[in-house]
Structure formats: structure tokens, C-alpha cells
């Protein structure tokens, strides 16, 4: 009803203005008109101050999100991530407690709390996890997972939330090894790291397959290097500054970095997940949060060793 009435007050403008343009009688239609078009006018001039009001609370409410980076509400929803609850420092049972810990978990409630979801943790193998989730047995993965164009194949990475760099882990005592091309060019040095990762793979850029030994988990990569089974481990400089902190007698990184990677969340592939996850992390690099959660945990600050696992 509203709207037929701006209608017609519309309509009286232009015929009015059709009369004047065919030189009719102009005054006498403009008097004939006046007491429609006031009228009209009056009625409908309070719906559309409400309309200009309801417009410019829309356009502020938009602005207003904009400039505060408002985040997408997952209304309660169940989010299962997989973690492997044995790689320091992203997941873990922390041997005080009893209870899983870790920066992945610290991460992933953090992230629900800004999204408003729940995070539902569940423990996984390394060894077939990244297929698990692209067969969508999980919404998602956290374990320090580097972000590689193969792995992108089957499924949707997050954006990075940090950049580790990969090193060479020796023991104290070994003097021919100080970079890779040492490696490289002696083959009595034998190299080893665990399967399945970007350490593996970057081994086996510098180096033969045949001269690579592999190890299901870090800690049997280690305790072979501890052991005299292997003469160098390729890692990720978090993970051996712990074995470091915990063995410093025995253990040290030498050597430039061998590659830069940034690690990230996995996600089934097209997951509507990306996005919002995205977002909160955007939003936790802004307000300091992951900043403070390096400090804790790819700092001194952190004292669990693997051995206290054990």
C-alpha cells in the first residue's frame, strides 16, 4: 500500500511535468495536482525516513563489521580434529597431568572460542592421517602438518600460522658434519629421519633414497642417532631444539636451514571450514594470540622433553 502510494506520487510528478513540456495549461494542472501530490507526499514521508533510517543502520552495521574483522558464528557446531598426541610441542599427554596438551590444542580452542564451536580432539597415527582426512573420516587435522602443492592435491590447506625451519641434528661429538654439503660428500655419514614427512622429503633432495634411513616416529630417528645407527637426523629445528634441551650433552643442530616451510590445517577437500578458520587466525595474529603461544611453546619456555613422555 505504501509503495502504490509513492507510486502515484511519482506519477502526479510526471504528468505534471508532461503537461508543462506540451504547453498545456500548466498552472491550472499544477493547481488540480497540489492537493493530491501534498497529500501523498504527507502520507508516505514517514515510510521512507524509516526506509533512509533502515539503510543507513545497514550500511553502519556494515562498516562497523568491516572495521572489526566480525567472524562467522559455527552456532555450537562439533568440529573433529585429528591430532597424534605425541609431537611436541603441537600435541601431547603432558606426563603432569595425564591430560592432552600442547600448542594444536591451545590453537583449536581458541579458534572455537572466536567461532563459536566445539572442538571434539581425536588421537590418529601420523602414518595415514593426512588420507583419513581427505576420505573425511575427520573435519580437520593438527600436527604440525607442512603445506606442499602434493599434499594440496587431496586436501584443503588453512593459511600458515608459522614458519619452522628444517636443520641437521648430530651428536656432540661428531665433526664431519657442519652443513649438508658434508653430508653430501661423505658417504660413510649415515643420514636418517622419519617417513612420511617434509624432513623425508627434503633428505631426499640432497641425497640418495638407498643412503636415507626411515623411522616410523622422530623419537626412533633419535635414539638411533643417540645410538651410533645413524650419524644425522634431518628435522624440524622446534622439534630438535627439544631433544637438544633434553640431551644437551649428547645432541646439537649444525648446519644452515635447509628449507623454510609454513605449517597449516587440513580440511577434507571443499570443506566449508577454510574460510572461517582463516579468519580467526587472521584475527589471532592481530591480537598477539599466536604470538604469545610461540612464546610458550617454541621457547625456553617450554620444558617437556620426549623422555618425559616415556
Do not use: H
Not at 249 to 270: M, Q, T
Request: glycine residues 8%.
Amino acid at each position: 500500500m505504501k509503495q502504490t502510494k509513492i507510486v502515484v506520487l511519482v506519477s502526479f510528478l510526471v504528468l505534471v511535468m508532461f503537461l508543462v513540456a506540451c504547453g498545456g495549461q500548466v498552472q491550472e494542472a499544477i493547481e488540480e495536482a497540489a492537493p493530491t501530490i501534498q497529500a501523498a507526499a504527507t502520507e508516505v514521508a514517514p515510510t521512507i525516513e524509516a526506509a533512509a533510517t533502515e539503510v543507513a543502520e545497514e550500511v553502519e552495521q556494515a562498516q562497523e563489521e568491516a572495521e572489526t574483522g566480525a567472524l562467522p558464528d559455527l552456532g555450537g557446531r562439533e568440529v573433529t580434529i585429528a591430532v597424534e598426541n605425541q609431537y611436541l610441542p603441537f600435541n601431547y599427554i603432558d606426563p603432569n597431568t595425564g591430560e592432552p596438551a600442547g600448542w594444536d590444542y591451545d590453537a583449536w580452542d581458541t579458534i572455537c572460542e572466536l567461532l563459536n564451536c566445539v572442538p571434539v580432539y581425536v588421537e590418529a597415527g601420523w602414518e595415514g592421517m593426512i588420507q583419513a582426512v581427505a576420505d573425511g573420516q575427520y573435519d580437520a587435522a593438527a600436527d604440525g602438518i607442512t603445506i606442499t602443492d602434493e599434499r594440496a592435491e587431496i586436501v584443503d590447506f588453512s593459511d600458515g600460522y608459522i614458519n619452522i625451519e628444517q636443520r641437521l641434528l648430530v651428536r656432540v661429538d661428531e665433526d664431519r658434519v657442519n652443513s649438508i654439503e658434508d653430508v653430501q660428500n661423505d658417504e660413510s655419514i649415515v643420514p636418517g629421519t622419519q617417513t612420511g614427512t617434509t624432513n623425508y622429503e627434503t633428505a631426499t633432495q640432497y641425497l640418495d633414497v638407498d643412503r636415507i634411513r626411515g623411522y616410523e616416529t622422530f623419537p626412533f630417528a633419535v635414539q638411533a642417532l643417540l645410538s651410533g645407527d645413524v650419524d644425522v637426523v634431518f628435522m624440524d629445528e622446534t622439534a630438535g631444539q627439544g631433544y637438544v634441551g633434553v640431551n644437551a650433552e649428547d645432541l646439537k643442530l649444525v648446519g644452515e636451514s635447509l628449507s623454510s616451510d609454513a605449517l597449516g590445517f587440513i580440511y577434507p577437500k571443499g570443506s566449508d571450514l577454510v574460510e572461517p578458520v582463516n579468519m580467526a587466525i587472521a584475527e589471532m595474529k592481530a591480537n598477539g594470540t599466536l604470538e604469545e603461544l610461540a612464546v610458550k611453546y617454541f621457547t625456553d619456555a617450554f620444558t617437556i622433553t620426549y623422555d618425559d613422555l616415556e
